[in-house]
Protein backbone atom coordinates (compact mmCIF):
# COMPACT_ATOMS: atom_id res chain seq x y z
CA UNK A 1 0.00 0.00 0.00
CA UNK A 2 2.69 2.22 -1.40
CA UNK A 3 0.41 5.68 -0.70
CA UNK A 4 -0.23 4.93 3.04
CA UNK A 5 3.32 4.38 3.09
CA UNK A 6 4.17 7.65 1.35
CA UNK A 7 1.76 9.45 3.86
CA UNK A 8 3.18 8.23 6.51
CA UNK A 9 6.76 9.21 5.25
CA UNK A 10 5.20 12.56 5.11
CA UNK A 11 4.03 12.53 8.95
CA UNK A 12 7.36 11.79 10.31
CA UNK A 13 9.53 13.98 7.87
CA UNK A 14 6.96 16.66 9.39
CA UNK A 15 7.29 15.61 12.47
CA UNK A 16 11.41 15.93 12.66
CA UNK A 17 10.78 19.31 10.75
CA UNK A 18 8.89 20.47 14.02
CA UNK A 19 11.14 18.94 16.16
CA UNK A 20 13.64 21.30 14.84
CA UNK A 21 15.16 19.26 12.22
CA UNK A 22 16.51 20.68 8.90
CA UNK A 23 17.79 18.22 6.89
CA UNK A 24 18.42 14.37 6.72
CA UNK A 25 20.91 12.95 4.26
CA UNK A 26 18.13 10.07 3.36
CA UNK A 27 15.05 8.81 4.13
CA UNK A 28 15.92 5.34 3.58
CA UNK A 29 16.18 4.19 7.29
CA UNK A 30 11.62 4.11 7.09
CA UNK A 31 11.75 0.78 5.78
CA UNK A 32 8.18 -0.59 4.45
CA UNK A 33 5.84 -1.64 7.02
CA UNK A 34 3.32 -3.61 6.31
CA UNK A 35 0.54 -1.19 5.76
CA UNK A 36 -2.68 -2.53 5.01
CA UNK A 37 -6.01 -1.12 5.80
CA UNK A 38 -8.94 -3.21 6.35
CA UNK A 39 -11.42 -4.43 2.98
CA UNK A 40 -14.43 -3.46 4.96
CA UNK A 41 -15.94 0.10 5.84
CA UNK A 42 -16.90 -0.30 9.05
CA UNK A 43 -13.34 -1.38 10.05
CA UNK A 44 -11.66 1.20 7.74
CA UNK A 45 -13.90 3.83 9.91
CA UNK A 46 -12.24 2.41 13.29
CA UNK A 47 -8.66 2.90 12.00
CA UNK A 48 -9.66 6.22 10.55
CA UNK A 49 -11.14 7.31 13.90
CA UNK A 50 -7.55 7.10 15.51
CA UNK A 51 -6.07 8.39 12.52
CA UNK A 52 -3.67 11.19 13.46
CA UNK A 53 -2.00 11.63 9.98
CA UNK A 54 -1.86 14.96 10.11
CA UNK A 55 -2.63 18.17 12.18
CA UNK A 56 -6.29 18.08 11.32
CA UNK A 57 -6.54 15.05 13.58
CA UNK A 58 -5.92 17.61 16.63
CA UNK A 59 -8.20 20.27 16.00
CA UNK A 60 -11.53 17.95 15.06
CA UNK A 61 -14.38 16.83 16.80
CA UNK A 62 -14.88 13.74 14.47
CA UNK A 63 -14.06 12.37 11.85
CA UNK A 64 -16.55 12.77 8.36
CA UNK A 65 -16.21 9.52 7.04
CA UNK A 66 -18.89 9.38 4.19
CA UNK A 67 -22.10 7.66 4.07
CA UNK A 68 -24.64 5.37 1.59
CA UNK A 69 -24.92 2.22 0.39
CA UNK A 70 -22.22 -0.34 -0.24
CA UNK A 71 -23.59 -1.37 -3.48
CA UNK A 72 -24.06 1.96 -4.86
CA UNK A 73 -22.93 2.23 -8.93
CA UNK A 74 -22.33 5.57 -8.07
CA UNK A 75 -19.95 8.18 -4.95
CA UNK A 76 -20.07 11.86 -5.10
CA UNK A 77 -16.40 12.99 -3.84
CA UNK A 78 -17.05 16.45 -2.42
CA UNK A 79 -13.97 18.76 -0.68
CA UNK A 80 -14.28 18.97 3.28
CA UNK A 81 -16.64 18.65 6.12
CA UNK A 82 -17.44 22.03 7.74
CA UNK A 83 -18.03 23.14 11.40
CA UNK A 84 -21.45 21.23 11.79
CA UNK A 85 -20.36 18.32 9.82
CA UNK A 86 -17.18 18.30 12.03
CA UNK A 87 -19.66 18.42 15.04
CA UNK A 88 -21.93 15.28 14.08
CA UNK A 89 -19.98 13.38 11.85
CA UNK A 90 -22.30 13.73 8.79
CA UNK A 91 -21.02 14.44 5.47
CA UNK A 92 -22.79 17.46 3.08
CA UNK A 93 -25.54 18.91 6.30
CA UNK A 94 -27.09 22.55 5.10
CA UNK A 95 -27.34 23.96 2.36
CA UNK A 96 -25.16 22.55 0.34
CA UNK A 97 -26.72 18.77 1.53
CA UNK A 98 -30.30 19.99 0.61
CA UNK A 99 -29.05 20.54 -2.96
CA UNK A 100 -26.92 18.01 -3.56
CA UNK A 101 -29.89 16.10 -2.45
CA UNK A 102 -32.24 17.40 -4.93
CA UNK A 103 -29.50 16.54 -7.64
CA UNK A 104 -29.58 13.06 -7.15
CA UNK A 105 -33.37 12.68 -6.08
CA UNK A 106 -34.93 15.24 -8.61
CA UNK A 107 -32.87 14.57 -11.79
CA UNK A 108 -30.87 10.95 -11.34
CA UNK A 109 -34.63 9.90 -9.35
CA UNK A 110 -32.48 7.81 -7.22
CA UNK A 111 -33.03 7.95 -3.42
CA UNK A 112 -30.50 9.90 -1.53
CA UNK A 113 -29.37 6.76 0.27
CA UNK A 114 -28.44 4.44 -2.28
CA UNK A 115 -26.02 6.48 -3.53
CA UNK A 116 -22.21 7.03 -1.62
CA UNK A 117 -21.17 10.24 -0.56
CA UNK A 118 -17.56 11.27 1.01
CA UNK A 119 -15.11 13.82 0.81
CA UNK A 120 -11.43 13.81 -0.20
CA UNK A 121 -10.52 15.26 3.26
CA UNK A 122 -12.29 13.58 6.57
CA UNK A 123 -11.43 16.15 8.69
CA UNK A 124 -12.34 19.81 9.42
CA UNK A 125 -10.00 22.18 7.52
CA UNK A 126 -8.19 24.43 10.01
CA UNK A 127 -9.87 28.15 9.86
CA UNK A 128 -11.50 27.79 7.46
CA UNK A 129 -8.41 27.11 5.38
CA UNK A 130 -8.54 25.57 2.01
CA UNK A 131 -6.72 21.47 3.29
CA UNK A 132 -2.79 21.46 2.53
CA UNK A 133 -1.50 19.30 0.09
CA UNK A 134 0.19 17.42 3.13
CA UNK A 135 -3.23 16.91 4.66
CA UNK A 136 -4.45 15.99 1.56
CA UNK A 137 -2.23 13.55 0.96
CA UNK A 138 -2.39 12.20 4.06
CA UNK A 139 -6.42 11.61 3.93
CA UNK A 140 -5.65 9.59 0.11
CA UNK A 141 -4.97 6.06 1.20
CA UNK A 142 -8.74 6.19 3.08
CA UNK A 143 -10.65 7.68 -0.05
CA UNK A 144 -9.08 4.97 -2.01
CA UNK A 145 -9.66 2.21 0.18
CA UNK A 146 -13.36 3.49 -0.21
CA UNK A 147 -13.44 3.24 -3.58
CA UNK A 148 -11.53 -0.14 -3.85
CA UNK A 149 -14.54 -1.46 -1.60
CA UNK A 150 -17.55 0.14 -2.80
CA UNK A 151 -16.39 -0.51 -6.64
CA UNK A 152 -18.86 2.55 -8.18
CA UNK A 153 -19.04 2.54 -11.81
CA UNK A 154 -18.86 6.35 -11.98
CA UNK A 155 -16.85 9.13 -9.07
CA UNK A 156 -18.83 12.38 -9.60
CA UNK A 157 -16.19 14.82 -8.64
CA UNK A 158 -18.12 17.84 -7.22
CA UNK A 159 -15.80 21.00 -8.00
CA UNK A 160 -12.20 20.93 -9.71
CA UNK A 161 -10.40 20.23 -6.38
CA UNK A 162 -12.15 17.11 -6.21
CA UNK A 163 -11.39 15.93 -10.16
CA UNK A 164 -7.41 17.32 -9.60
CA UNK A 165 -6.62 15.48 -5.97
CA UNK A 166 -8.44 12.87 -7.51
CA UNK A 167 -6.63 12.10 -11.08
CA UNK A 168 -3.53 14.66 -10.04
CA UNK A 169 -5.11 16.57 -13.36
CA UNK A 170 -5.12 20.12 -12.93
CA UNK A 171 -7.40 20.99 -16.24
CA UNK A 172 -9.63 23.73 -15.16
CA UNK A 173 -12.99 22.74 -14.80
CA UNK A 174 -14.44 24.24 -17.35
CA UNK A 175 -12.88 22.15 -19.83
CA UNK A 176 -13.87 19.17 -18.24
CA UNK A 177 -16.74 19.68 -16.28
CA UNK A 178 -19.87 17.40 -17.62
CA UNK A 179 -17.16 14.91 -19.47
CA UNK A 180 -17.70 11.08 -18.84
CA UNK A 181 -13.72 9.96 -18.35
CA UNK A 182 -11.83 6.74 -17.89
CA UNK A 183 -10.38 7.02 -14.13
CA UNK A 184 -8.54 4.14 -13.31
CA UNK A 185 -10.99 0.84 -13.55
CA UNK A 186 -14.23 3.13 -13.59
CA UNK A 187 -15.42 6.79 -14.45
CA UNK A 188 -15.36 10.49 -13.41
CA UNK A 189 -17.14 13.24 -14.23
CA UNK A 190 -16.84 16.43 -12.64
CA UNK A 191 -19.67 18.81 -11.86
CA UNK A 192 -20.03 22.13 -10.15
CA UNK A 193 -19.61 22.03 -6.17
CA UNK A 194 -23.08 22.30 -4.37
CA UNK A 195 -21.51 25.56 -2.42
CA UNK A 196 -20.12 27.04 -5.95
CA UNK A 197 -24.11 26.86 -7.61
CA UNK A 198 -25.41 28.16 -4.28
CA UNK A 199 -23.26 31.06 -4.94
CA UNK A 200 -23.96 31.10 -8.88
CA UNK A 201 -27.49 29.63 -9.21
CA UNK A 202 -27.25 30.10 -13.14
CA UNK A 203 -24.53 27.32 -13.38
CA UNK A 204 -26.89 24.86 -12.10
CA UNK A 205 -28.33 24.43 -15.45
CA UNK A 206 -25.03 23.06 -16.34
CA UNK A 207 -25.18 20.65 -13.47
CA UNK A 208 -28.37 20.03 -14.61
CA UNK A 209 -27.13 18.68 -17.87
CA UNK A 210 -24.52 17.07 -16.12
CA UNK A 211 -26.61 15.24 -13.94
CA UNK A 212 -28.70 14.21 -17.09
CA UNK A 213 -25.76 12.81 -18.49
CA UNK A 214 -25.23 10.59 -15.34
CA UNK A 215 -28.77 9.23 -15.63
CA UNK A 216 -28.42 8.29 -19.07
CA UNK A 217 -24.77 6.55 -18.41
CA UNK A 218 -26.27 4.87 -15.08
CA UNK A 219 -28.89 3.35 -17.20
CA UNK A 220 -26.90 2.14 -19.82
CA UNK A 221 -24.65 -0.30 -17.27
N1 LIG B 1 -19.76 19.43 3.23
C1 LIG B 1 -19.12 18.33 2.84
O1 LIG B 1 -19.25 17.26 3.45
N2 LIG B 1 -18.33 18.44 1.74
C2 LIG B 1 -18.16 19.55 1.05
O2 LIG B 1 -17.42 19.56 0.05
C3 LIG B 1 -18.85 20.69 1.48
C4 LIG B 1 -19.65 20.61 2.58
Redesign the pocket.
Known amino acids: MKSLYSALQLKRLLTLKELGVEYIDSIEEFKEPELTLPDNLDMLKKVMDSCHMCQLSKSRTNI ?1 FGEGSLNSKIMFV ?5 SN ?1 DNVGK ?2 MGR ?1 GELLTKMIENVLHIPKESVYIT ?1 IIKCLPLNKKAPTSSEILSCKPYLQKQIDIIKPKIIVA ?1 GATAYSYLTNDNTPIERIRGNILNFNTTRIITTY ?1 P ?1 YLLRNPSAKKETFADMLKIKDFLETI
Do not use: D, K, T, W
Not at 78 to 82: L, M, Q, V
Open positions: VGEAPNEVFSNLHN
